[in-house]
């Protein structure tokens, strides 16, 4: 008899390792909590355009599986890297060649300082010694809670090295969830969660229409999705240190001039205090009516908790303050990720002390019966991308074709 592998969740690691194994001639049940595909990666319509809620760029663009399969499908890329200028602000200006030398020093010292550190320590602790400096606030704003979308008290020195994103960053035209919804298409079993894995002999899977029974489990849902299904036996390895970091966007549509002259495409960042809060605004990403704010780490997480009104107002002020008010702003669409059941969070970090945890949650269980895969567990330096979680599918899928092998 042909086995059968249940893979859950559909987002690109559970899309990714379904297609791979059909095409083996296994069987496959893929199972979404969601009534949609895609998962962290999920376009919408914003007036005529297209806005990714989750992921939009396609980072390190030359070892990413997406981006090649976006081009063989002839879809138009965007180089950001080549369509995008950098400006930062301070005080609500644009800031002047000779400060932004100042920051770039800034940033240079406090890659030094980081990476001469040897043990698992926390981000923040590793650059005390740098925060007298006028810019060590904005720079760890920007890094750790927007980029890594992390508490900078929380994650580990060594977690955040080994993930920062290196190489060309494109952007599909049609935003990456539309490319996943139509390249990564294979059947799906919508709305179906899994609340319960027993995995102490055949696969049992208690989900929300009935019990699946298969040979081999391949778990692809975030870290604090994971937590909430109960294994049995529990898993050896907790998700509790990788928790999950927020990254809250709002796209708003924007007409007429601001008072700051951004051109298309510009990226747009402050010069905080220490305390802070920090947004940074992509101003008409590919020229289109709207610009995109996004807010990230301990600073999400507090708006998170006061509601989506209060996020949208938040932005909405600081737009009004950067651009005056000759700028009309209408329509807003929020993307709060931890607000949607099946995610709890943006993308996941290792908390200090605990730079291991992505290789240990990753170890096959069960003689390769149970995998979990993901953006989570990826350990090649693009954790938390679209890219990662592709090669986690892959990785998860072989390992279970090899576990399965006698029998197939
Ligand atoms: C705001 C934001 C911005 C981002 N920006 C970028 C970017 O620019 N570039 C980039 O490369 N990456 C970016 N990312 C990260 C990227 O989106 C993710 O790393 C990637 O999409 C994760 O894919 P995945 O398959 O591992 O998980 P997911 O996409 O989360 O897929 C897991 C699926 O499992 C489902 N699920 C959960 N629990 C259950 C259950 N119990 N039973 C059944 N199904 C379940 C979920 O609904 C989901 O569909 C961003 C993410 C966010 C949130």
Redesign the pocket.
């Known amino acids: 008899m042909t086995p059968h592998v249940l893979i ?8 990714v390792a379904a297609r791979r194994l059909r095409a083996d001639g296994l069987r496959v049940t893929l ?4 009534a ?6 999920h376009t919408v319509r914003l007036g005529d355009h297209s806005f ?8 390190d663009a030359d070892r ?1 599986k ?1 981006a090649d399969l976006a081009r063989a499908k002839g879809e138009v890329l965007i180089d950001s890297d080549a369509a995008r200028s950098r400006r930062v602000l301070i005080d609500g200006r644009i800031a002047d060649r000779h400060e932004l030398m100042a920051r770039a020093r800034a940033w240079q010292r406090l890659e030094d300082l980081a990476g001469a550190v040897h043990e698992d320590a926390a981000f923040a602790g590793t650059i005390t010694a740098l925060r007298s400096d006028p810019w060590t606030a904005s720079l760890e704003a920007w890094e750790i809670c927007q980029i890594a ?1 992390a508490d900078p008290e929380r994650i580990s020195v060594r977690d955040w090295q080994d993930n920062q994103l290196d190489g060309r ?1 494109l ?1 599909p035209a049609r935003g ?1 969830g539309t490319l ?1 919804q139509e390249h990564l298409a294979t059947p799906v079993e919508l709305a ?4 319960a894995l027993d995995w102490r002999g055949p696969i049992l899977a208690e ?1 929300a229409r009935g019990t699946i029974r298969a040979d081999a489990v391949i778990v ?3 870290t604090a ?2 937590n ?2 109960r294994f049995t036996p529990s898993l050896p390895v907790s998700a509790e240190h990788l928790p999950m970091g927020l ?3 709002v796209a708003l549509r924007a007409r007429g001039s601001d008072r700051l002259g951004l051109a298309v495409e510009e990226s747009v960042s402050a010069r905080i205090a220490p305390g802070e809060a920090m947004m940074s605004l992509l101003a008409w990403p590919g020229g289109v009516d709207h610009v995109v704010a ?1 807010i990230g780490g301990p600073h999400a997480w507090a708006l998170h908790r006061e509601g989506a009104a209060a996020t949208v107002d938040f932005v909405r002020a600081q737009l009004r303050a950067w651009f005056g008010s000759a700028t009309e702003l209408s329509e807003a669409d929020l ?1 709060d ?1 931890a607000a ?1 059941p ?2 709890g ?3 996941a970090y290792a908390e200090a002390g605990h730079a291991d945890i992505r290789a240990r949650l990753a170890e096959p269980l069960a003689g390769g019966r149970l995998v979990i ?4 567990t990826c350990t090649n330096g ?8 592709w090669l ?2 892959e990785r998860a899928a072989s390992i279970v074709r090899a576990a399965l092998q006698p029998h197939a």
């Open positions: 859950i969740g559909a987002g690109v690691a559970g899309l199972v979404e909590a969601s949609r595909v895609g998962g962290r990666a990714d809620r989750g992921a939009s760029w396609l980072h990413n997406l979308a960053n952007s990456i996943v179906t969660p899994v609340m989900t692809t849902v975030s999705a994971l909430k299904i990254l809250t966007k996004f993307a990720w949607v099946w995610h969070g943006a993308y895969a993901g953006e989570a693009l954790a938390g991308t679209v890219g990662g979680a986690e599918g």
